[in-house]
């Protein structure tokens, strides 16, 4: 008996033996691997002809700068097959029989030396990836007095016009020194407006407000948004500096259209109303294409009829030649406003041999219900058989100027 337990006492002992120096063995093993596995490189790797490389580097670089100084390099790293890291240890160069399409080829080297065996392949220029230049920024028209940036929106469920003012650009004010600010009006009510914020010393003021005019969507077509644009001086006294004016009718105004929009500021006219208003409006003559055109853009001061409540003002424009009618046409008809804007154009086949026996006739009217059609005020221009004084200067400036629209503004008559 204790024979047999000492023997199985010996075979437990050496099978535990065993597996200590089993565990042992594989531990330093493992150890082995781990340590030329990750054997560091103390010095950078060399490649194959390196100073004949860096040479064309420095002679590359320099012709280069004065070529593609503005350039970026882009470069392939090297493609190192997986059994040249085994054996690479120290001051060992890297073998050569890499793929044919990796040949270096001959041009700058990349600047990051960690990186052995790179090549610049080619460069990128940045200018290629800008994005477009917005040209409303830079391009100003000769005798500009500033620019003016919005944008709107309108919510049909709250009936709600959403006007963000933006930036005013290159404004020109009467001192050195400009503190703008901007009224805003939705005609035909003159008597309210909307005021931005005052901003101090700048010519191009940023403004990034908000504002809300309350309008119904059967009206909102009807309505024109005005941006009155001034400069605050010292004394607290202000002064225009231009004005914009933006007519809805034209614009498809949605919820998930907000439009973002530039104008010009425009001069006010600041002489007083003529006693039956004035009317502005644009000539172009196409001798090409024999073709007339009207831009009927905006009247003031006119003298509504009290007696009835008024229902529309507009403009009749209409052709003659010999005094004879050859053809007339409309403007949409605007609610009872002495100051409607239009902006609408027109074109009429006039023939260049007809320019000098053809005149133009403007009629602003007012529609009354249940009343005829009542006459505000009428303008003619025309060569020198039909008129004179600033209406024939229109229409000589119109055919000296040939399909370039030349702006006026007239004074209205009541004579028929």
Aim: proline fraction near 6%.
């Amino acid at each position: 008996t204790e024979q047999a337990v000492a023997v199985a006492g010996g075979i437990i002992g050496g099978i535990l033996l065993f597996v200590l120096l089993g565990i042992t063995a594989y531990l330093l093993w493992k150890k082995l691997c781990h340590l030329f596995s990750y054997e560091k490189l103390i010095n950078p790797v060399k490649t194959t002809n390196a100073n004949a490389i860096f040479q064309d580097q420095a002679n590359s670089e320099i012709q280069q700068k004065s070529t593609r100084s503005r350039s970026v390099p882009f470069i392939i790293p090297p493609k190192l097959h997986g059994r040249d890291w085994i054996h690479l240890t120290n001051e060992e160069q890297v073998q050569e029989d890499r793929d044919p399409f990796m040949t270096p080829q001959s041009g700058p080297r990349s600047s990051f030396h960690s990186l052995a065996g790179a090549y610049v392949v080619g460069t990128i220029n940045p200018d290629l990836y800008k994005f477009p230049e917005d040209k409303s920024e830079t391009d100003f028209p000769d005798g500009s007095i500033g620019r003016l940036w919005f944008s709107i929106e309108y919510e049909q469920e709250s009936e709600r016009l959403l006007v963000s003012l933006i930036k005013v650009r290159k404004l020109q004010p009467p001192a050195d020194s400009c503190s703008p600010f901007v009224k805003i009006y939705l005609l035909p009510d003159e008597r309210s407006y909307l005021q931005s914020k005052t901003k101090r010393k700048t010519l191009n003021p940023q403004f990034d407000e908000n504002f809300v005019f309350q309008v119904s969507s059967k009206m909102l077509l009807q309505r024109t948004l005005k941006f009155l644009v001034y400069h605050v001086d010292k004394q607290k006294k202000h002064h225009l500096l231009g004005q914009v004016i933006f007519p809805l009718k034209n614009e498809a105004l949605t919820e998930d259209n907000k439009l973002v929009i530039w104008r010009d500021l425009e001069k006010e006219n600041l002489e007083p109303p003529s006693e039956h208003g004035d009317i502005q409006f644009s000539l172009s003559y196409n001798d090409y294409l024999g073709r007339l055109t009207v831009v009927v853009l905006r009247a003031r001061g006119l003298k509504l009829q009290e007696e009835s409540p008024a229902v529309g003002v507009y403009v009749k424009v209409s052709v003659m030649n010999h005094n004879k009618f050859i053809k007339s046409k409309k403007t949409a008809a605007l609610l009872g406003t002495p100051n409607p804007v239009y902006n609408e154009t027109f074109s009429f086949k006039v023939d260049q041999t007809e320019l000098d026996t053809a005149s133009l006739s403007l009629s602003v009217l007012q529609s009354n219900k249940g009343e005829k059609t009542l006459l505000l005020g009428r303008v003619v221009v025309g060569p020198f058989m039909y008129t004179r004084g600033k209406e024939l200067e229109h229409w000589n400036e119109m055919i000296s100027k040939p399909k370039e629209l030349v702006k006026r503004w007239h004074a209205l008559c009541h004579s028929t």
